[in-house]
């Protein structure tokens, strides 16, 4: 969604697929500061600074506004950089501040990654639908490498990851994904606190959100650079109990070395010489239970809202038909949302709630565009 625009958008909202679990849904943000160590994007700020936003199961949505899917701000921002028209952007399923539903020893956890510029929001309707499924979701931006991260004192932190080459992907990349190892590390030592009532705000909390995170079944999942940081975490970290890697090269040596946990890998179809390779050697090294798919028809946007979200913004922008394909891929978006949110949830509810189903057994005629490789 690059394209040069100028005029203002019409007045439609885009919108996202609604949640297909139980649960109403809750959100809030909240701004965590690592003072052990230094931005590793712009070393003269001496702190490393996050925003998350935690996703939860809410016991009532009433009276709680629908959480935009961006900021007014950071909406502005990320079409400034990206060229684009003021959008009316999604209105998303959560609902500021709503308090938590209680349940007897907490909700299993997950963390959420982006790929390399994206926002914690890129895959809003998956982590809204695993709230809805019985999740506390946890979305990370990591500051200097999201495109654009808005803190709550108003100011904006824009992108300082180099432009990528073929000469410097590999150092650049690296680095990246190891900054998130130590972004995701700390959150899930922060976890701990705010599930005491703390937080670095000390501003309220949603009523049911302390003692709400099963912190004895945590999971993760990241798309690209957000795929590999998972990979890599849960190498690292003995924390976390499962992974999904949403169609992301295995970049760094604690990525490709495998875990003795579970990890999913769900990518496109389409042939890529240094995603595959990496695939291949965390195959050989991985101890834990494993577990190759393939979405036919998927272009690597697919896995999140941008499939969704480009067809409707494509008549506004221009862009032919053929380019939405190129773009998002020959998977309608709507269709590879439910592939995936079936997919995803299955994987979880097998290795957090061990809840066994068929769906990752073999082949499904619910889901033909899913391919068994491995």
């Not at 690059?2 to 297909?20: D, I, K, N, Y």
């Not at 079944?217 to 798309?223: Q, S």
């Not at 979880?348 to 066994?356: A, E, G, P, S």
Request: glycine share 8%; hydrophobic share 40%.
């Amino acid at each position: 969604m690059g394209t040069p625009m100028t005029a203002v958008s019409p007045s439609v909202r885009f919108t996202l697929p609604a949640p297909t679990g139980n649960e109403r849904v809750g959100t809030m943000s909240l701004h965590l500061i690592d003072r052990s160590r230094a931005d590793p994007w712009v070393p003269d700020q001496p702190i490393r600074q996050l925003m998350i936003q935690i996703w939860y199961p809410a016991a009532t949505i009433r009276g709680y506004p629908q959480a935009p899917w961006m900021t007014p701000a950071t909406a502005r921002a990320y079409e400034q950089v990206a060229r684009l028209p003021v959008f009316n952007w999604p209105t998303t399923a959560g609902h500021r501040g709503a308090p938590v539903k209680r349940r007897q020893g907490g909700w299993p956890v997950l963390l959420y990654s982006h790929g390399l510029g994206g926002p914690r929001t890129e895959a809003t309707a998956l982590v809204a639908d695993l709230a809805s499924h019985g999740y506390i979701v946890v979305t990370i931006d990591h500051t200097h490498d999201s495109l654009v991260v808005e803190f709550p004192d108003g100011h904006l932190e824009h992108s300082a990851t180099p432009e990528l080459t073929d000469d410097n992907e590999l150092e650049v990349t690296t680095k990246s994904v190891n900054a998130r190892v130590a972004d995701t590390r700390f959150v899930l030592d922060q976890l701990i606190e705010i599930n005491r009532g703390h937080n670095a705000e000390h501003r309220p909390l949603p009523r049911g959100l302390p003692g709400a995170f099963d912190l004895a079944h945590v999971g993760m999942l990241g798309h690209s650079d957000g795929g590999s940081t998972t990979a890599a975490v849960l190498h690292d970290d003995s924390r976390l109990a499962a992974g999904i890697n949403l169609d992301g090269t295995l970049w760094t040596p604690s990525a490709i070395a495998g875990s003795d946990r579970p990890l999913l890998l769900l990518g496109r179809d389409e042939q890529d010489r240094g995603r595959d390779a990496s695939w291949a050697t965390f195959w050989t090294n991985h101890r834990g239970p494993k577990l190759q798919l393939k979405l036919t028809g998927a272009a690597h946007n697919a896995f999140l809202d941008f499939a969704m979200l480009l067809p409707q913004a494509a008549p506004i922008l221009g862009i032919p038909p053929n380019q939405v394909v190129k773009a998002a891929g020959a998977i309608n978006g709507q269709r590879a949302a439910a592939v995936v949110r079936a997919y995803v949830n299955a994987y979880f509810d097998c290795y957090l709630r061990h809840r066994h189903t068929p769906l990752l057994d073999g082949p499904s005629p619910h889901y033909t565009e899913v391919q068994f490789t491995s």
